[in-house]
């Protein structure tokens, strides 16, 4: 945990009391071995971030004076479209695509997805905030990313899809001629990025055509076919440089 979060309604004047077995209480005194009078990081939940003073301890709880001073970091905005994959995955790319700046998620039904997975608990919204904060935590921000699911590919492409604005539509498929590198040459790489990333078999014909409607740029990672998980983070790494070369728009 980089980065004490708080919620605003938690805060009470400058003042943050967190009890003993809060889990952010036992990460202090179990992990990160702090006490009266030391410093950490902290932030409130969408809002500012700054230092917190450690004023007291009393039966493994904490009161922290709480100083706010700094906006949190600006990111280039990604939004990232998801065929919904195994929940063992999709918690690992939660957290990670978090740290990575993902701005909203929507997690959606194809062909290729078993309707079960939309059972996971982890869909439950305390569970997909879990995840969502650790990722926070991890990459020092405080904006909570948006989560969207959608169990009908349909109504999605033709209702939620072409609502979501941005300046480059990328959608990844294996067998697509086209490669990052290429399309960033002709210039089909700038400012703010919605991403698409089918299962491990990739899109079927009818969904890649619907991407393709909406005006989507079909590519390629090449030959090999990774894990979703593994395909997400090195796509989100990949378009991150890229972003930084075009000067990225910005959330």
Known sequence: MNLLLFEPEELSGSLLRLEAGDRRARHIREVLGLGQGDRLRVGML????????IMGSNGGGFVI?????????????VELILALPRPIMLQRILKQATVLGVRSFYLIRSRRVQKSYFQANLLQPAELRRFLLQGLEQA???????????????????EAAPTIRADSRLVAHPGTDANLAGLFKESRIRGSIVLAVGPEGGWNDFELQC??????CGFSMGPL????DTAVMVLLSQLKILQ??????VR
């Open 46 to 53: 969408n809002g500012k971030m700054g230092s917190g003073l």
């Open 65 to 77: 004076e709480v100083r706010l001073t700094a906006p949190p970091p600006v990111l280039p905005a």
């Open 140 to 158: 020092v921000d405080t904006r909570i990313p948006e989560v969207h699911i959608h169990q009908q590919f349909r109504p999605f492409i033709e």
């Open 211 to 216: 991407f393709f409607d909406l005006g989507f």
């Open 225 to 228: 076919i990774l894990h979703v």
């Open 244 to 249: 930084e070369l075009t000067g990225p728009a």
